[in-house]
């Protein structure tokens, strides 16, 4: 069975640093490509960062030069560092992979997407 468990996230002070997990189960990195998506309250769920197969990377204009995605292929596990926070970035944060997660998270074209993990809290407040 596919499965992505997500962790990290919790509280932090505007400037402050997070860094969120995504362990992968049931299937191996370099066989799909991975997004990270949050949803604010009262808001639609974004996509802000993928990494493809290849190692490519895309960022979101609100998190370009804060965040970034990585993967380790022996931990089976994709990262999200998260620097310089605002409150803005206060959201429950999604990892996702699939096929055309690239689609996914540019496109906003969520049948790409195959399987998500549980979303994790990230609260950015002094």
């Known amino acids: 069975q596919e499965q992505l468990v997500q962790s990290g996230g919790g509280l932090a002070q505007p400037g402050g640093s997070l860094t969120l997990s995504c362990v992968a189960s049931?299937?191996?990195?370099?066989?799909?490509?991975f997004g990270w998506f949050r949803q604010a309250p009262g808001k639609e769920r974004e996509g802000i960062s993928c990494?493809?197969?290849?190692?490519?990377?895309y960022y979101d204009d609100s998190v370009k030069g804060r965040f970034t995605v990585s993967k380790d292929i022996a931990k089976n596990t994709v990262y999200l560092q998260m620097t310089n926070l605002k409150p803005e970035d206060t959201a429950v944060y999604y990892c996702?992979?699939?096929?055309?997660?690239?689609?996914?998270?540019?496109?906003?074209?969520?049948?790409?997407?195959?399987?998500w993990g549980q979303g994790t809290q990230v609260t950015v407040s002094s």
């Open positions: 990494i493809h197969t290849n190692d490519a990377t």
């Open positions: 996702a992979a699939g096929f055309d997660a690239w689609g996914a998270v540019i496109g906003g074209l969520l049948g790409g997407i195959e399987v």
């Open positions: 049931g299937f191996t990195l370099n066989t799909k490509g």
